[in-house]
């Protein structure tokens, strides 16, 4: 029987503002899932997300990844556990005048410490890695390339050889195609999809657009008003689903 990477329970977030961003979320990723959070703009997914990895932290809730409680933790064993939850972000987050290389390498930092990465002090069996997953998302010959001269597609496949560098268990993707066209983006969700099923790695990723939900997701998860209204396949969600999640007045836009 498949194991749950992370369990999702009764999680509430509630921002200083006041904001209730999510009310009462709860649901599963199995190990080796390709699970897609959808919703219209404001109903929680990136704080979801972010609730996950403790970028913020969540109001109350459970959250167990490998079945260990992580709402609580700090310190050494909160980077242990984001060791192992790589994220990946719309607006790819390199350093911009950094080599293609260099950006791949600072995806160990936690286990590097700063000092060393400042100084480029990088061990030769991270180095080979790090050319190793270049090759994978595609890079070869780019290694030397600053990062700022990548296109949008490129920049999003050397964040994901970054977050790679640590042998992530789950990527964590915020939107990972909302700044590219079209192609572009089938081609960064065909090297996800390649991650997650070559490598085993277990993605958790928003997306914007029902094509490509259909397409790549082995799994869907609908939020609404910061509540979780749908659990299911992406066939299932017809037209009455549809209005359901994003209202009657909505129109669905395709990207081919
Ligand atoms: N740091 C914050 N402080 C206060 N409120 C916030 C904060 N971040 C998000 N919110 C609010 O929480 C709600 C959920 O926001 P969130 O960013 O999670 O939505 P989203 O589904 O990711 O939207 P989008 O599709 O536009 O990215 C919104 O009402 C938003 O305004
Ligand atoms: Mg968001």
Redesign the pocket.
């Known amino acids: 029987m498949a194991t749950n990477i992370l369990e999702v329970k009764d999680l509430q977030?509630v921002?200083?503002?006041g904001?209730h961003?999510l009310r009462g979320v709860s649901f599963d990723v199995t190990e080796g899932e390709f699970l897609v959070v959808i919703?219209?703009?404001?109903?929680?997914?990136?704080?979801?997300l972010?609730c996950i990895n403790r970028l913020?932290d969540p109001s109350s809730g459970s959250v167990k990844f490998n079945k260990d409680e992580i709402t609580t933790i700090k310190g050494q064993p909160l980077r242990n556990v984001r060791s192992k939850i790589g994220m990946i972000f719309q607006h790819f987050n390199l350093i911009p005048r950094k080599t293609v290389m260099t950006n791949v390498l600072t995806g160990t930092l936690s286990k590097t410490g700063v000092f060393k990465s400042i100084f480029g002090i990088y061990s030769e069996e991270d180095k080979k890695k790090a050319q190793e997953l270049i090759e994978l998302v595609g890079l070869s010959g780019k290694e030397r390339h600053r990062a700022d001269n990548l296109s949008g597609g490129q920049q999003q496949r050397v964040a994901i050889a970054r977050a790679l560098m640590q042998n992530p268990k789950m990527l964590l993707a915020?939107?990972p195609v909302a700044s590219l066209d079209p192609a572009t983006s089938h081609s960064v969700m065909q090297y996800l999809k390649k991650v997650n099923e070559e490598l085993g790695v277990t993605i958790l990723c928003?997306l914007?657009f029902l094509s490509l939900v259909r397409q790549y997701a082995t799994r869907v998860i609908a939020?609404k008003g910061?509540e979780l209204i749908y659990e299911g396949s992406p066939k299932e969600i017809d037209e009455n689903w549809f209005k359901t999640i994003y209202g009657e007045e909505a129109v669905e836009v395709t990207i081919d």
């Open positions: 977030k921002y200083p503002n904001t961003a919703g219209l703009s404001g109903s929680g997914k990136s704080t979801l972010r913020h915020d939107e928003n914007h939020l910061g």
